[in-house]
């Protein structure tokens, strides 16, 4: 099984639509969670930091299920200029702040 | 703020010559860097974690004679790719960090090896 695991995708949505990004980790201690998104070529950017509690960023909301071991990151209201791929990144502990990225969802928004 | 910048951006080089790609923090020390690599469509892999005048500390599978990485001050580490090969073709980001679990990541270098 791998560490973080996201379905690949694409995701193709029409522009305005809500869409909904799923994750889930392997590892119960891990401590922190994160959504990136990384453009084509280019290097992944921090989107948003995930809590237990849930936090909301303008159209990005973001819930993580610690007993269940799932992320998910919800888009309201897609524009064309949210197309890249979506990473799920995990502190899984161990020291060394180190981070275990997923594969990523590609998400395309389409007029 | 936060900035760190990646040289080369890109680079093609001759299977057996050796690379050096530098990780420069612009605008703060960082006590800690991180080397990764991507292949196309998959993630990102950590190669090695590397603080500032100790010896780096390698990712399982990743040999570290054929990646050499020094970081030698709280503003530059190289990662040196040794007599690279065809299957070390791939993309190479940095990440640094000044503490605390925040990674500010450099624009990646692109190796093709011929």
């Known amino acids: 099984r791998k560490e973080v695991e996201q379905d690949p995708g694409p995701f193709n949505v029409p522009e305005g639509a809500t869409v909904a990004f799923n994750c889930t980790y392997s590892?119960?201690?891990?401590?922190?969670f994160f959504w990136y998104r990384q453009d084509c070529r280019k290097e992944p950017k921090l989107l948003m930091s995930?809590?237990?509690s849930g936090n909301e960023d303008g159209r990005f909301t973001a819930q993580l299920n610690r007993a269940s071991q799932y992320i998910s990151l919800l888009i309201r209201d897609s524009k064309l200029s949210d197309s890249a791929t979506y990473l799920c990144?995990?502190?899984?502990?161990?020291?060394?702040?180190?981070?275990?990225f997923g594969t990523g969802t590609q998400l395309k928004v389409e007029l | 703020g936060a900035v760190v910048s990646q040289h080369p951006s890109w680079v093609i080089c001759k299977s057996g010559t050796s690379v050096k790609i530098e990780c420069r923090s612009l605008d703060f020390q960082a006590t800690t860097m991180f080397w990764y690599r991507q292949f196309p469509k998959q993630s990102l892999m950590l190669m090695a974690t590397?603080?500032?005048?100790?010896?780096?500390?390698?990712e399982q599978g990743v040999e570290k004679d054929k990646f050499l990485i020094n970081h030698a001050s709280l503003t530059l580490s190289t990662l040196t790719v040794t007599s690279a090969h065809p299957e070390d073709s791939s993309f190479y980001i940095c990440s640094a960090s000044y503490g605390g679990e925040t990674q500010y990541f450099g624009p990646g270098t692109r190796l093709l090896v011929l």
């Open positions: 590397s603080n500032e005048g100790s010896k780096a500390t390698y």
């Open positions: 995930v809590y237990s």
């Open positions: 990144v995990v502190n899984m502990g161990g020291g060394g702040n180190k981070l275990t």
């Open positions: 590892n119960s201690a891990s401590q922190s």
